[in-house]
């Protein structure tokens, strides 16, 4: 006779929360896999796509990273000089859609 390596795990399913409710209907209404092909699917498929949007947004960070100053930008307060001052009859304000 074989020796099987099997482990038990037992799931419980509040039926009063709706995403609990929802999980034990998908697996009651399943016939393509057993419980536990299923469930063995469903933590695969977590853990793989939480690898993939790890290492995602790793490289998004890497290539943003030369675009990100480092420091905040340094706000000096009256840059624009009295002589350099526009009046507002000089502004244009088209861009407001006026």
């Not at 074989?2 to 995403?19: E, G, H, Q, S, T």
């Not at 030369?66 to 009859?89: A, C, H, L, Q, R």
Request: charged share 30%; glycine share 4%.
């Amino acid at each position: 006779m074989a020796d099987k390596n099997i482990k038990a795990v037992y799931v419980r399913f509040n039926l009063n929360k709706p995403l609990h409710r929802k999980a034990y209907d998908l697996l009651q209404g399943q016939n393509e896999f057993s419980n536990s092909q299923a469930a063995i699917n469903a933590v695969l498929d977590y853990y793989d796509n939480r690898i993939r949007e790890d290492r995602l947004v790793e490289k998004i960070a890497n290539r943003l990273s030369g675009f990100v100053p480092t420091s905040p930008p340094t706000v000096t307060k009256n840059t624009v000089s009295e002589s350099e001052e526009i009046s507002i009859d000089e502004i244009d304000f088209d861009f407001l859609g006026g």
